[in-house]
């Protein structure tokens, strides 16, 4: 590493830009992709050493650096990115907070302002994922905002340094700030994010430090407002939060655009059903009269349709035609890990039953079944094609299954000595979790227990994979779970039923498991406050949908409790789901 990298923005005390924005977003890349946290945090905090830049150093990751940057237009900014190395088709998404300050620092009209943000991904010394942070005020030629471009180039307002805190909770981020208070760094603002469920702490760097950096950002996942409020100098009050990104500060503004969340359900859904993303291309335009050809569309509809889609992020209008992003290669039938399924279904037959959410809340019985007639796993069975669909939509949120074969019950099982160990799957659908448990531990044997119209998927599935010669399939329902495993999984079962239901789903997996089995249970857990969290919208989705509900992790313990059984512990995974460790009383 070197002392003082070479890639450094311009200071605040230059008269003129040293370099052009892309030259700026060049210097930025680099600087991210180069940096060392621990190194870093001596240099953003020079009389940090010993065991206190470890401690920081253990609670803190370098996560991104930001640049505000003044492009003529969008083609030239997504140019810029690309001869960067910076993916070039980064979603952008309005800057109500940068807005803002450039309005009040210039004294210009907020309208005047349409600043967006991108957050590009690069990958730091040791692969590790970060982003270049970046605001764009677009300035054409000759323009009126040209003196603010100058402005902020010089000075660098915006310029800051990210860090994410590991594991963060009040006592660690007390911690983490009386350590840069200690160091010579100020409070400089903050705010809770409602959206993405995080804090964030901003200040002003000493005037020793040895960037050019002179912001520094703590962002901790979750909500702390009570020790933001500590370092807003407010102790005591519950601190603000933070404006949101496209979200002005008129009540009926902000309502309004909730209201129309059915809209974006709806066209998602409508671009994955036309098939929009398949005849698209990431990197070269398509007009929208040949679009309309080929997907059989009324073309003035599509292009209202796909301007829609432009303002979401999931395709981008440029002078060849529309191009699709990143987003939106996910709505891909082909794409790995496409999520086209899910569009179809949250589009489809669980957009239909919400619209009886108030029966739902009434009588306690799920809309689904108010609307068809039937619960949602009947309704299912008799249609073989929705059936597929649903199974496929299951497959798209596989991301959460990323870390669970190294759970150390599964690497325990796969390392003990004598006979191979047997991993059980419960309600495994087709298989894709226990595909990657078998295929990352050889030695690992399986049995899948599904519906049988599911079992014949589930060998397919298998058969394709490493594991397929050491999975065995048994055709069933819960009454069925095979004994004498060693290691039994339920993933995502338990938020399908009522507590009554729960209970018995449980007693079976007690009966069948001998007394050194173990139980993995993954389910999205409620926190235990008012904080948002991906759990609390699907316990709305569960309860109208199938008449289940998530729970927090103190209502499994007592669950499995009731079956004779003790909650060991819980792991976080993707998603908002977890992992619950469970074994025999």
Same mark, same amino acid.
Request: with cysteine.
């Given at each position: 590493?070197?002392?003082?990298?070479?890639?450094?923005?311009?200071?605040?005390?230059?008269?003129?830009?040293?370099?052009?924005?892309?030259?700026?977003?060049?210097?930025?890349?680099?600087?991210?992709?180069?940096?060392?946290?621990?190194?870093?945090?001596?240099?953003?905090?020079?009389?940090?050493?010993?065991?206190?830049?470890?401690?920081?150093?253990? *609670?803190?990751?370098? @996560? %991104?650096? +930001?640049?505000?940057?003044?492009? #003529? $237009?969008?083609?030239?900014? /997504? !140019?810029? &990115? =690309?001869?960067?190395?910076?993916?070039?088709?980064?979603?952008?998404?309005?800057?109500?907070?940068?807005?803002?300050?450039?309005?009040?620092?210039?004294?210009?009209?907020?309208?005047?302002?349409?600043?967006?943000?991108?957050?590009?991904?690069?990958?730091?010394?040791?692969?590790?994922?970060?982003?270049?942070?970046?605001?764009?005020?677009?300035?054409?030629?000759?323009?009126?905002?040209?003196?603010?471009?100058?402005?902020?180039?010089? *000075?660098?307002?915006? @310029? %800051?340094? +990210?860090?994410?805190?590991?594991? #963060? $909770?009040?006592?660690?981020? /007390? !911690?983490? &700030? =009386?350590?840069?208070?200690?160091?010579?760094?100020?409070?400089?603002?903050?705010?809770?994010?409602?959206?993405?469920?995080?804090?964030?702490?901003?200040?002003?760097?000493?005037?020793?430090?040895?960037?050019?950096?002179?912001?520094?950002?703590?962002?901790?996942?979750?909500?702390?407002?009570?020790?933001?409020?500590?370092?807003?100098?407010?102790?005591?009050?519950?601190?603000?939060?933070?404006?949101?990104?496209?979200?002005?500060?008129?009540?009926?503004?902000?309502?309004?655009?909730?209201?129309?969340?059915?809209?974006?359900?709806?066209?998602?859904?409508?671009?994955?059903?036309?098939?929009?993303?398949?005849?698209?291309?990431?990197?070269?335009?398509?007009?929208?009269?040949?679009?309309?050809?080929?997907?059989?569309?009324?073309?003035?509809?599509?292009?209202?349709?796909?301007?829609?889609?432009?303002?979401?992020?999931?395709?981008?209008?440029?002078?060849?035609?529309?191009?699709?992003?990143?987003?939106?290669?996910?709505?891909?039938?082909?794409?790995?890990?496409?999520?086209?399924?899910?569009?179809?279904?949250?589009?489809?037959?669980?957009?239909?039953?919400?619209?009886?959410?108030?029966?739902?809340?009434?009588?306690?019985?799920?809309?689904?079944?108010?609307?068809?007639?039937?619960?949602?796993?009947?309704?299912?069975?008799?249609?073989?094609?929705?059936?597929?669909?649903?199974?496929?939509?299951?497959?798209?949120?596989?991301?959460?299954?990323?870390?669970?074969?190294?759970?150390?019950?599964?690497?325990?099982?796969?390392?003990?000595?004598?006979?191979?160990?047997?991993?059980?799957?419960?309600?495994?659908?087709?298989?894709?979790?226990?595909?990657?448990?078998?295929?990352?531990?050889?030695?690992?044997?399986?049995?899948?227990?599904?519906?049988?119209?599911?079992?014949?998927?589930?060998?397919?599935?298998?058969?394709?994979?490493?594991?397929?010669?050491?999975?065995?399939?048994?055709?069933?329902?819960?009454?069925?779970?095979?004994?004498?495993?060693?290691?039994?999984?339920?993933?995502?079962?338990?938020?399908?039923?009522?507590?009554?239901?729960?209970?018995?789903?449980?007693?079976?997996?007690?009966?069948?498991?001998?007394?050194?089995?173990?139980?993995?249970?993954?389910?999205?857990?409620?926190?235990?406050?008012?904080?948002?969290?991906?759990?609390?919208?699907?316990?709305?989705?569960?309860?109208?949908?199938?008449?289940?509900?998530?729970?927090?992790?103190?209502?499994?313990?007592?669950?499995?409790?009731?079956?004779?059984?003790?909650?060991?512990?819980?792991?976080?995974?993707?998603?908002?789901?977890?992992?619950?460790?469970?074994?025999?009383?």
């Amino acid at each position: 590493m070197h002392s003082e990298p070479h890639s450094t923005l311009p200071t605040a005390t230059m008269t003129e830009p040293a370099v052009d924005d892309a030259g700026r977003l060049r210097a930025t890349a680099a600087f991210v992709r180069e940096q060392e946290t621990s190194e870093l945090l001596s240099r953003v905090l020079p009389g940090l050493g010993g065991p206190e830049l470890r401690a920081l150093t253990d *609670r803190c990751r370098f @996560a %991104h650096a +930001a640049v505000l940057v003044f492009p #003529p $237009d969008e083609d030239t900014l /997504r !140019g810029e &990115l =690309a001869a960067c190395g910076l993916p070039a088709d980064a979603p952008a998404q309005p800057s109500v907070v940068v807005r803002e300050r450039l309005a009040a620092r210039h004294r210009r009209d907020l309208a005047d302002l349409d600043v967006r943000i991108l957050r590009p991904e690069v990958r730091g010394p040791a692969g590790e994922h970060r982003a270049v942070e970046v605001f764009a005020l677009t300035v054409p030629p000759a323009s009126g905002l040209s003196p603010i471009a100058a402005d902020e180039r010089r *000075r660098e307002h915006e @310029a %800051h340094l +990210a860090f994410d805190v590991v594991r #963060p $909770d009040p006592l660690v981020l /007390r !911690g983490l &700030l =009386a350590s840069l208070a200690r160091q010579g760094a100020t409070a400089d603002g903050g705010g809770y994010n409602l959206h993405e469920d995080g804090t964030v702490f901003y200040f002003t760097a000493p005037a020793e430090t040895k960037t050019t950096y002179r912001r520094v950002e703590l962002y901790a996942s979750g909500d702390h407002r009570d020790v933001l409020a500590e370092h807003l100098g407010r102790p005591g009050a519950a601190a603000d939060p933070a404006p949101q990104q496209g979200e002005q500060q008129q009540p009926a503004e902000t309502l309004l655009r909730l209201l129309t969340g059915a809209w974006t359900t709806q066209a998602l859904a409508a671009c994955a059903q036309l098939r929009l993303p398949e005849a698209m291309d990431r990197h070269t335009g398509t007009r929208t009269a040949d679009l309309a050809r080929t997907v059989g569309a009324h073309p003035e509809s599509l292009a209202t349709l796909l301007r829609y889609l432009a303002m979401l992020g999931v395709v981008r209008d440029g002078p060849d035609g529309f191009r699709l992003t990143g987003v939106g290669a996910l709505l891909d039938a082909r794409a790995p890990g496409s999520m086209r399924p899910l569009a179809l279904m949250y589009g489809g037959p669980f957009y239909q039953s919400f619209a009886h959410l108030a029966h739902t809340v009434r009588s306690g019985q799920p809309g689904f079944d108010h609307l068809y007639g039937e619960n949602h796993f009947d309704h299912f069975a008799r249609d073989s094609e929705l059936a597929a669909l649903f199974d496929q939509s299951m497959v798209s949120s596989a991301p959460i299954f990323d870390p669970l074969p190294e759970h150390p019950v599964l690497t325990a099982a796969a390392t003990a000595p004598g006979r191979p160990r047997t991993v059980v799957d419960i309600a495994g659908g087709t298989g894709e979790l226990l595909a990657r448990i078998l295929t990352a531990h050889p030695t690992l044997r399986g049995i899948l227990l599904e519906r049988p119209q599911v079992v014949a998927a589930a060998r397919t599935r298998l058969a394709a994979t490493p594991a397929g010669g050491r999975c065995a399939f048994r055709a069933g329902d819960f009454a069925d779970v095979p004994a004498g495993g060693d290691v039994y999984v339920l993933s995502r079962v338990l938020h399908d039923w009522d507590d009554d239901r729960c209970r018995g789903i449980l007693r079976h997996c007690a009966d069948a498991m001998p007394a050194h089995a173990d139980l993995l249970i993954v389910e999205r857990l409620l926190p235990a406050d008012s904080r948002p969290s991906l759990a609390t919208a699907w316990d709305l989705h569960m309860m109208c949908n199938t008449g289940g509900r998530e729970r927090t992790a103190g209502h499994y313990a007592r669950l499995l409790e009731d079956c004779g059984l003790t909650l060991a512990g819980h792991t976080p995974l993707a998603l908002g789901a977890h992992t619950l460790h469970a074994r025999r009383t």
